[in-house]
DNA sequence: CAGTGGTCTAGACCACCAC
DNA sequence: TGGTGGTCTAGACCACTGC
């Protein structure tokens, strides 16, 4: 990372500084970091470059700012999704998405905001083959680590399929989730795609994803085909960046 | 994005204007945004509110900066990288990298930066099973569309495998490219996995991709294995997040 | 040389938090 | 109420570009 000695910025340097200092244990895991002030002082620079090299190490996620209170240490480890695992474990009966977390042994939770029929938007609706507006049932839910957001997840089934299975109505939709719901009634997914990209955050997952508005996110578009290759279910994954490593595997 | 009416941030909101009036097409792809001078005029504000504005955009990768002349409106689409299919032109005999800006009907270009022995970086022999620094063949190269820098791909194959093929050490590696000559000497990639990362440039990163010291980049850590299930080479790709969309799919 | 963006400062006011 | 970070300003100097 450090180069030869670039005349680098103030800010940079600083943010280089800080970070040295976070990695050797001089501000540990979930304690303050001193205040701007202090910092500003110890520095002999002024608060607002001092607030631009934090602003450096809060985009990357390694520190974390409480308003009005301070500025701590990232708690939380980098996450592994293995695409390919997770799906199987699910299907043995483990619930949604706690598979990561429980491997790296964190408290998982998952809070649904939203289980109702809603018109699809314009591209759940296209990845569907189905008109915008027509209906859907939404699954919408935000998992949590340690009581911290790690990701909202927004799955979308056509709603003549989910009609027929009552279940998915509930937040637990009973023994293998919800793609063994869709299996009972003769969808049962046989084929995935993902699309990954990297984006800015929009206002409502800054909020619910604590994050702000320079830290970039995951977008997985998870599509779920069932055995006729049509597509069945739709599931919109947005996750701070900084938080996760994706796995994908394949043969051949 | 646009939410009830929070009391946003002046840049924010300025951000977001500028970012409309990209859209709509008040500043064209490939046209300078007005001076930041001007844009404080216009606005009412000081040129370092708007210079924070700016900054949100080029995080995004919706403008880029030329130091000393202007700010322009960024020209390139965003790009298609399907895992699997990818793999399977090359196979048949398609050039390295160049599936996806042919797709797009871009323009492409590849440009070796290293061909050479050299010891394996930690982490690279971690995943190859080697120690480190034993000796590996490096192909270090850049890839461009319309002479703009799209990833940064370095691979790694042990020596002890390399050396077994002359035309690895070749920038043109022969038909079918590097994989088809591992097969040749009974290496033949079997399996892959792919890690995927988002994070902050490096200085060498920013530099080669012309990217900013907050525009994140996507890491993609490419392993393949042969039909042992030996891994026989790493490919380390480092692309502007902004620029790609990654597919990846999978059955059952 | 003039125009552009990059950076820095000193001072200011605000919203939010903990006490 | 005092401490914290969020934001804004006016003014300044710099490096780089293109003429």
Not at 202 to 228: C, M, N, S
Request: proline fraction near 7%; glycine fraction near 8%; hydrophobic fraction near 35%.
């Amino acid at each position: 990372m450090a180069m030869i000695e670039t005349p680098r910025s103030q800010y940079g340097q600083i943010a280089e500084l800080l970070l040295r200092r976070i990695e050797d244990g001089t501000y540990p895991a979930g304690s303050p970091l001193p205040s701007e002030d202090r910092l500003a002082d110890e520095l002999g620079v002024s608060r607002v470059t001092v607030n631009r090299a934090v602003g450096l190490l809060r985009i990357a996620g390694h520190v974390k700012v409480k308003r009005g209170s301070g500025t701590l240490v990232r708690a939380l480890p980098m996450i592994h999704r293995d695409a390919k695992a997770r799906y199987a474990a699910r299907a043995q009966g483990t619930g949604a998405g706690d598979v990561e977390a429980r491997f790296h042994n964190l408290q998982s939770k998952t809070v649904y905001r939203r289980i109702a029929e809603t018109p699809a938007p314009e591209d759940v609706a296209e990845t569907l083959g189905i008109k915008k507006d027509q209906p859907t049932l939404i699954r919408s839910r935000v998992l949590y680590a340690n009581d911290e957001p790690t990701q909202i997840a927004d799955s979308y089934i056509p709603w003549t399929i989910a009609e027929k299975s009552p279940e998915l109505l509930n937040e637990n939709a009973g023994p293998g989730g919800s793609y063994e719901r869709l299996a009972d009634i003769g969808h049962g997914p046989a084929r995935f795609t993902e699309d990954v990209t990297v984006r800015m955050p929009t206002d409502e997952e800054q909020r619910v994803l604590e994050l702000e508005p320079t830290q970039p996110v995951f977008q997985i578009w998870h599509v779920a085909y069932d055995g006729k290759d049509r597509p069945v279910e739709v599931t919109v994954h947005v996750m701070p960046g900084y938080l996760w490593k994706l796995r994908y595997g394949w043969d051949e």
